[in-house]
């Protein structure tokens, strides 16, 4: 720790590298897929042909497959990382989690609010709500790869489902009727739905959460002026008294 005499601020480590690596990964693989996922869903109103859709789904599926690793990596260090990253420290439960909570009430009923160097109580329900639906993108984007445009880990099994026989399987291609049963098809778009439907309203509940989060961020930013932005790109908070949380 390091001691700031002019402002009697003192510097507390708390996000280590590979949260940090995690976080903006996952900022520019959600701002992609969003992007593109926004085409997509508009390809017709903009006059994109067949050809165009199957890139553009092929490009979604590929930045998908970097945000799928990163977030299986990300869950894996919750169990083995740092304090802060691990999930004990991030999950609303627990009587950690009772413990922040019973001083953050009591901090705001006594006008002397408690800091914490890692995510407070109320950040702690929203991580853990952005961790819940960015999954859910992840499980079912998988899935829609290989239902959609038959790309892997799925594609393979699908495009056996739908052949005629074994001898078309290598013919079935995305958007083509060629070496497809139609029964064995429609079984398939059947079974795709629920996937489908779930990824197209996660999408927009994952944006207003992160507009949520993004507007906390901010708030918090401002009024305690923590360093809470600054920490992403350092690992560090600054504080002038001792974060509840901190050893």
């Not at 953050?104 to 009923?109: I, L, Q, Y």
Request: glycine share 8%.
């Amino acid at each position: 720790m390091t001691n700031s005499t002019s402002q009697q601020l003192t510097s507390y480590p708390v996000w280590d590298k590979t949260v940090r690596i995690f976080h903006w990964l996952n900022v520019m693989c959600i701002l992609g897929l969003i992007a593109i996922g926004v085409v997509i869903l508009n390809a017709k109103a903009l006059g994109i042909p067949s050809d165009g859709k199957i890139l553009l789904k092929t490009v979604h599926v590929y930045i998908g497959y970097i945000f799928v690793l990163n977030l299986t990596w990300r869950i894996i260090w919750g169990f083995i990382g740092s304090r802060y990253a691990r999930w004990s420290a991030i999950l609303p439960f627990g009587s950690g989690y009772k413990a922040q909570l019973s001083a953050m009430v009591t901090g705001a009923k006594s006008g002397k609010p408690v800091g914490f160097l890692g995510h407070n109580p109320i950040a702690r329900l929203m991580v853990a709500l952005l961790f819940l639906l960015l999954s859910v993108q992840a499980i079912t984007g998988l899935v829609l790869a290989g239902t959609d445009v038959y790309m892997p880990p799925f594609g393979n099994t699908i495009k056996e489902w739908v052949a005629v026989d074994s001898s078309t399987v290598d013919s079935v291609k995305p958007y083509s009727k060629e070496g497809v049963d139609d029964a064995s098809y429609k079984e398939m778009r059947a079974f795709r739905k629920p996937f489908i439907t779930t990824h197209y309203y996660v999408f927009y509940v994952l944006l207003a959460a992160i507009l949520l989060h993004l507007l906390a961020v901010v708030m918090t930013e401002l009024k305690e002026r923590n360093g809470l932005v600054s920490a992403m790109f350092t690992g560090k908070k600054v504080f002038a008294e001792k974060p509840f949380d901190a050893d």
